[in-house]
């Protein structure tokens, strides 16, 4: 089993930044590919980006691509995503998954991930 704790959200002001954290323990060794999803009041559970546990793939959905970065750190076992310039309706609750497989440009499925964190809220006013 890997257990995923998101930390780093928060109420920000339209046009700021934040950076939200992911910490996998556990049975780290079978995670290949980490994603961030999103999900909104009444909404369906959004991909936002993904990255493989020990290379150097990501993969962004077009909506935050040259806003938000995706990054990791092997050695304090977290993997970050940094917003920049967020917007009143990227308000959501923002949730880490980890899946064992290679899933490659499929990481914007959230049915392909094996486990999940609780989320963190981030509010973005206008």
């Known amino acids: 089993q890997v257990q995923l704790v998101e930390s780093g959200g928060g109420l920000v002001q339209a046009g700021d930044s934040l950076r939200l954290s992911c910490a996998p323990s556990?049975?780290?060794?079978?995670?290949?590919?980490m994603g961030w999803f999103r999900q909104a009041p009444g909404k369906e559970r959004e991909f936002v980006a993904a990255i493989t546990w020990r290379g150097s793939w990501t993969y962004y959905a077009d909506f935050v691509k040259g806003r938000f970065t995706i990054s990791r750190d092997n050695a304090k076992n977290t993997v970050y995503l940094q917003m920049n310039s967020l917007k009143p309706e990227e308000t959501a609750v923002y949730y880490c998954?980890?899946?064992?497989?290679?899933?490659?440009?499929?990481?914007?499925?959230?049915?392909?991930?094996?486990?999940w964190g609780q989320g963190t809220q981030v509010t973005v006013s206008s």
């Open positions: 998954a980890a899946a064992r497989d290679d899933i490659d440009n499929y990481s914007y499925l959230p049915g392909l991930y094996d486990y």
């Open positions: 556990g049975r780290t060794f079978s995670i290949y590919t």
